[in-house]
């Protein structure tokens, strides 16, 4: 499955970039594949293994935030890996008239 998460402190000021790089960092040490861009963090892997990382993730914003917002999107798709390179790749193809 791949998830695509934001974890965004709320209540902790402006400047955000520091809790969300501890998110991030969460999601780097776990080993599961992942990218994150200016909006989401995306991680590909199995349900369980997935889901534990966004809570690990959250509860790093959560212990140096008074709040957390999380907004989370999944696709599930059984039996498929590597789908993070590969529907990008697809889009790809079409764009380059392939």
């Known amino acids: ?58 509860e790093a914003v959560a212990a140096r935030a008074p709040r957390v917002s999380l907004v989370l999107k999944a696709d599930l798709r059984p039996g498929v890996t590597d789908a993070m390179t590969k529907k990008v790749e697809s889009v790809e193809r079409y764009l380059s008239g392939g």
Do not use: H, Q
């Open 1 to 58: 499955m791949l998830v695509a998460f934001s974890v965004t402190p709320l209540g902790a000021g402006e400047d955000v970039g520091e809790l969300v790089a501890e998110a991030v960092r969460v999601v780097r040490a776990s080993g599961l594949p992942n990218r994150t861009d200016a909006m989401f963090t995306t991680v590909e892997g199995e349900w369980d293994e997935v889901m534990a990382v966004v809570k690990a993730a959250t």
